[in-house]
């Protein structure tokens, strides 16, 4: 079996292309939705991923501003920024980067943003929500996923799936989403024993772990839908060779840039036991962003 391909990029730009039209309705409203992005640091992946989320806003037609602080800015200075993104009634939605720097406790961020204007779904008051099955932002990652199976025709109800990573990102905000949909679910991570054997029950199995190629065939029951969330920076040859065996396009990325990217999935053996997988870039990258749209939308129809 060679795995088809999931294809986040056009469900992404499908969620883009209707969020463009109820941005548009809202501004024959009066009203042009607004997303301030927080960013603390110089982390490079960090830094590409706030830059794509502003150029994606902007291109549906949402007002966005990115606020940039070297990695040193304290604790109170970062909260006194949210509090005032609270108090502006011009701003819908706020979105702190992760990981913030060390010295900063990060469940006080996110808790002292406004759940009414909190784009990512991570405050506790929208996390119990969601869990309740009470409306809430829903953490944009988990959110893409759901859309891209749904969209895709993946049928979820009554199937087994397993997720592998406990984040309050990915892992936990997924797993509430699966069974919302009827799933049987099962949350695996670093000490789940026999990781292997409970990922073979899966019909259905995500992967957000975040170590390059772990996932092997191996873990995947043939014929299962796969969703690899990882996006894993690898730099040796000898990786890129045993991941891409034969692949002279990947060989010459790497050549050219020094890297190339892979996902928690192993590129050489889990599309032949998988159905349907996706690509690592292009499967749930544009999926985070667009549901960060959508969110936005939904946070200024809401609050206006
Ligand atoms: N860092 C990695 N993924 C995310 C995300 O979905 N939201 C935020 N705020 N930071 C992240």
């Given at each position: 079996m060679t795995a088809s391909i999931l294809d986040g990029k056009r469900v992404a730009a499908e969620i883009r292309a209707e969020v463009a039209a109820d941005v548009a309705r809202l501004a024959g409203e009066g009203i042009t939705p607004d997303l301030d992005v927080v960013l603390v640091g110089e982390d490079p992946a960090s830094h590409v991923y706030v830059n794509a989320k502003a150029n994606a806003a902007r291109s549906v037609g949402i007002r966005e501003t990115t606020h940039r602080y070297p990695r040193d800015l304290d604790q109170g200075a970062l909260l006194a920024t949210i509090d005032r993104l609270n108090a502006d009634s011009s701003v819908d939605a706020i979105l702190v980067q992760l990981p913030l720097p060390k010295h900063i406790d990060t469940a006080r961020v996110l808790e002292s943003i406004d759940p009414a204007k909190d784009?990512?779904?991570?405050h506790p008051v929208n996390v119990g929500r969601l869990v309740q099955g009470k409306p809430a932002p829903v953490p944009c990652t988990p959110a893409g996923i759901l859309e891209l199976l749904v969209r895709e025709g993946v049928e979820i109800a009554g199937k087994r799936a397993v997720v592998v990573g406990r984040s309050d990102i990915v892992g936990k905000p997924m797993a509430t989403l699966l069974l919302k949909a009827d799933a049987t679910v099962t949350i695996a991570h670093?000490?789940?024993?026999d990781l292997p054997g409970v990922c073979r029950e899966a019909d259905i199995l995500i992967v957000a772990l975040g170590r390059a190629g772990f996932v092997t065939g191996e873990y995947v029951k043939p014929g299962a839908v796969v969703v690899d969330v990882g996006i894993n920076r690898v730099s040796r040859r000898e990786d890129v060779e045993r991941f891409f065996p034969g692949d002279a396009v990947r060989l010459a990325e790497w050549e050219k840039k020094g890297s190339t990217l892979v996902g928690d999935c192993d590129p050489s053996s889990v599309p032949e036991q998988a159905s349907r997988l996706t690509p690592?870039?292009?499967?749930?990258g544009p999926l985070t962003i667009a549901r960060l749209l959508f969110n936005t939308v939904q946070l200024a129809r809401a609050r206006r």
């Open positions: 784009a990512d779904g991570f670093s000490k789940t024993r690592v870039p292009g499967g749930v």
